[in-house]
């Protein structure tokens, strides 16, 4: 459901649309690109957050990025936009590998990946000539976690998507720029029961983002002293750096 639009008049205000703009990440972004003047469309599915957000906002958006009809209906509502940020996501984690959990896996994967298929196919078609698509991953991706069965597999689906998405959307000159983050204090993170080495907050990591973009990155991984040193372990023997993810985890 689209609550709220307002008129842009300028040609230099960028149209911004944000998945996922209730909480964390997404919330910081919202702020960020609303601060310097852009006209940023937020989505989420929780309305009291939203309704915080609707004086800031170009528009809100309520719908459920799982919902193919939902997606359908909200974009056809949509006129152009400059940006499309796909950053709306969930983390669940798989505690007994044995007793697989194949309900948390679909959910996961669902939310995390199945749904940028829905919002590519709808909304993808409102992104101009010369625009952009940011696909919000994670550095989860550059090594195997345990637990992260779920997490994982659909980030790393979402990594091949962008890359693939930036092949072809080259000849329409829209730029696809891919996201790592490492940890980022938010909701979502609030859950780990673990150690998050390097933990940067929403806003910081909201910074690192809309820097990347402007300079029109393929790619925007950070902190990098956690992300280098990830790609790092990754080059390692499987029995060194299994030791370490597993120590690091318990
Ligand atoms: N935090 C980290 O350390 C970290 C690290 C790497 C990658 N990431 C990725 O960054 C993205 C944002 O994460 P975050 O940490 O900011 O999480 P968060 O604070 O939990 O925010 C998640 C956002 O996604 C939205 N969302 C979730 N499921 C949705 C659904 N089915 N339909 C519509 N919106 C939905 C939520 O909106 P509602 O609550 O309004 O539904 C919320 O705004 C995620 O893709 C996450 O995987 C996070």
Known sequence: MIEKQKNYDSKQVKQVLITGATSGIGNALFKQFSAQGDAVIACGRNQTELDKLSHLAAQTCRFDITDKQQVKDIAEQIQTLDMLILNAGNCRYIDDAKQFDGELFNDVINTNLVSVGWLLQYLLPK??????????????????????EA????????????????????????AVTLVHPGFIKTPLTDKNDFNMPFLLTSDEAASRIIDAVKKGKKYAHFPKRLTLLLKLFSYLPDCIWQKIVIKEQH
């Open 127 to 148: 992104v101009k000539k010369g625009g952009q698509v940011v696909i919000v991953s994670s550095s989860a991706t550059l090594m195997p976690f345990p637990r992260s």
């Open 151 to 174: 997490y994982g597999a659909s980030k790393a689906g979402l990594d091949y998507l962008a890359n693939s998405l930036r092949l072809d959307l080259k000849k329409e000159n829209i």
